[in-house]
């Protein structure tokens, strides 16, 4: 089961940094994406990363703009979001998908409730 955290409401230009953990089970065997859902729009992935090889893959409106990072001692992938724009504003989820650098595999799974991050002009 993963759980997403660390959501919130930001200025425009401003950081967020998204938390993933994972509650009875490792991320070792995982590859973990981040999605995001707006209002009235279809979910989209964002940012994917293969925890044992750390290879790692984003979708191009983010890139340069978020990094995603694992700490598998902890069980938990991050999202660090930077220069933030309000069309970022979404419900964020992590899933386990696969993920390589070409990017990451579908999800079939039941979704979590997910991080409101909200980013205001």
């Known amino acids: ?6 959501g919130g409401l ?3 230009g401003g950081s ?3 938390s993933c953990a994972a509650s009875g089970g490792t991320l070792g065997y995982y590859g973990i994406a981040w999605f995001r859902q707006a209002p009235g729009k ?12 750390g290879n790692t893959a984003y979708a191009d409106f983010v890139t340069g703009r978020f990094t995603i ?12 979001m930077t220069r ?3 069309k970022d504003t979404a ?5 386990p998908v696969p993920c390589d650098p070409s990017g990451w595999g579908p999800y079939f799974g ?3 409730q997910g991080t409101q991050v909200t980013v205001s002009s």
Request: glycine share 8%; net charge neutral.
């Open 1 to 6: 089961q993963l759980q997403a955290s660390g």
């Open 10 to 12: 930001v200025q425009a």
């Open 16 to 18: 967020l940094r998204l």
């Open 42 to 53: 279809e979910r989209e992935g964002v940012a994917c990363i293969n925890t044992p090889s």
């Open 69 to 80: 990072s694992g700490d598998n001692a902890k069980n938990t992938v991050f999202l660090e």
């Open 84 to 86: 933030l724009k309000p």
């Open 91 to 95: 419900i964020y989820y992590c899933a």
């Open 110 to 112: 039941s979704w979590g």
